[in-house]
């Protein structure tokens, strides 16, 4: 692999960098940013920020348009912020500025966690005495519980119970298709899950807070089961 040295991008060795505090008021958000952040993104940067501090600038150009660093500004106005860390990229020409726009988010995007390490950092910090939430670093509490699960490896030689495949039972089948089953308050049928009359069936003129089900996936059509 070639490498390349900073001397052949005069540029980037030459520029002195520096912190300036803009009014936020002032910012301009590029209109032709092709990244998109959601509501709950900018959210999570926004506890981000309220945890640890805005501690990275955007940055702007000469006319103070955002290149870098749009959902950081979408964040700083939902906490009501006044003003922000910017640093000044005006020795980019308009393409050089368009392609780091787009460089800045792919670059990244393109990245991948060593999970094991990750999943070390996560311990730590599961374990130690903090004055935040974990999932401050953008991971769910599940996605962090699997990756802790992960250091633990399966005893050699030990099967799950869970992996066993019981013995087919052969007798008499107790319910069929169509089947209401009537337990105190609770109902169970058994029926397709694929099909709107299992529902009309089993739930009346009742509406459901929450469906669980496999359809269609993993079992065949022929076997969906909804309860």
Known sequence: MKGVRLSQHPLGSRQQLAVTYRAIEDLKPNSSNPRLHSKKQVEQIANSIATFGFNVPLLVNDDLRVLAGHGRLQAAKMLGMGEVPTISVNHLSEAQATAFMIADDRL??????????????????????????????????????????????????????????????????????????????????????????????????????????DAPYNVGADKQVCC
């Not at 029926?191 to 089900?213: F, P, Q, T």
């Open 108 to 213: 990244t995007e393109i990245s991948k966690w060593d999970e094991k390490l990750l999943a070390e950092q996560l311990k730590f910090l599961t374990e130690a005495e903090l004055d935040f939430s974990v999932d401050v670093t953008g991971f769910l509490v599940p996605e962090v519980d699997l990756l802790l699960e992960a250091l633990t490896p399966a005893p050699k030689g030990d099967t799950d119970p869970a992996d066993v495949v019981p013995d087919r039972d052969t007798g008499v089948p107790v319910s069929r298709t169509g089947d209401l089953w009537l337990l105190d308050r609770h109902r169970v049928l058994c029926g397709n899950s694929l099909k709107d009359m299992s529902y009309a069936v089993l739930m009346e003129d009742h509406r459901a807070a929450m469906v669980i089900a």
